[in-house]
């Protein structure tokens, strides 16, 4: 996860224990929990939907990082977004205002 993570959006982490990491310096608070009983992957809760600026380069390192993408690049109101899979099973959209 943090190595998808970091390749697509450059995030960086810091580590509690072997389990979890905190995403740091990313603009959004959050963190990835590694104990396989405690959370599940996800294509059917609430869609988190990350910012960009260049939409088509941020498709092509998802892609090219190992994810996914579950519906291409499309307008809606408000901008254009694309959403993806990424390794582990876990559904997100990526959006611009341009």
């Known amino acids: 996860m ?8 450059g995030w960086s982490y810091v580590d509690y224990g072997p389990k979890y990491a905190a995403i740091t310096g990313a603009g959004v608070d959050g963190g990835f929990d590694a104990d396989a009983g405690a ?10 939907v990350l910012y960009s600026e260049d939409l088509e380069a941020t ?29 582990s099973g876990n559904e997100l959209a990526v959006w611009t205002t341009t």
């Open 39 to 48: 959370r599940k992957p996800s294509n059917q809760g609430a869609l988190v």
């Open 59 to 87: 498709e092509e390192a998802v892609i090219n990082a190992g994810g996914e993408i579950t519906i291409p690049i499309f307008d809606f109101p408000g901008g254009r977004r694309f959403h993806f899979s990424d390794p």
């Open 2 to 9: 943090k190595a998808f993570y970091t390749a697509v959006f």
